[in-house]
């Protein structure tokens, strides 16, 4: 099965409506919690511990928000391969931990799309931090655990209840499939509608 761990998580979402249904198991696995701007408060709201990602990288959200999970810290942190022992000396060298889990969704391009609004706005929902923090995770599956999609939260829970705090390698490889589904077909709007205003 080769069952992973899972530590610490990073959870930055935009739907923030289901985060009920995974923060309790994630705090019966001790399961630490790093977050992100409305994410953030929206899991200290609901007076669970959480790490700000400014506090833990040590730089601040910049560019109005354009700029907030691109960071080493957090990157190294999700594709550095564990048995590798060269990722670890480097990680131990820069002080940087394991993140073990991400639950990111994407900015809802789309949806907006449909609802027609400005280009100004439909520019800044082109999702580049959670892309590419969604990406990552799933290049690294054999390590890390990536759920893209709001559906898959009781299908986390079930899995780290069924292992004891930890995910299986054949969920692992299931979640990351469905993450690069999800990323080719964001892709693929954002440039059908790149395309169709240039004819």
């Not at 761990?5 to 198991?25: E, F, G, M, Y």
């Not at 292992?163 to 077909?185: C, I, P, V, W």
Request: with cysteine.
């Amino acid at each position: 099965m080769n069952l992973k761990r899972i530590k610490r998580a990073i959870i930055s979402v935009s739907d923030k409506s289901n985060l009920k249904l995974i923060l309790p198991t994630l705090k019966r696995f001790n399961i630490e919690i790093i977050s992100s701007g409305g994410s953030f408060k929206k899991i200290r709201s609901m007076n669970y511990n959480c790490i700000k990602i400014s506090n833990y990288t040590g730089f601040s959200e910049i560019l109005d928000g354009r700029i907030k999970t691109l960071h080493p810290k957090i990157h190294a942190g999700i594709l550095n391969i564990r048995k590798n022992k060269k990722h670890k000396k480097e990680l131990a060298k820069q002080n940087i931990l394991n993140i073990d889990l991400v639950i990111v969704d994407l900015y809802p391009f789309e949806k907006l799309l449909k609802e027609n609004v400005k280009f100004k706005e439909l520019i800044e929902n082109i999702d580049i931090g959670g892309f590419t923090l969604i990406r990552a995770a799933a290049k690294n599956f054999h390590d890390v655990t990536i759920i893209s999609s709001i559906t898959d939260y009781s299908k986390l829970t079930n899995e780290l209840k069924i292992n004891n705090g930890s995910t299986s390698a054949q969920f692992r490889e299931y979640m990351s499939a469905k993450a690069f589904d999800l990323t080719a077909y964001y892709d693929s709007v954002i440039s059908n509608w790149l395309n169709n205003k240039l004819n």
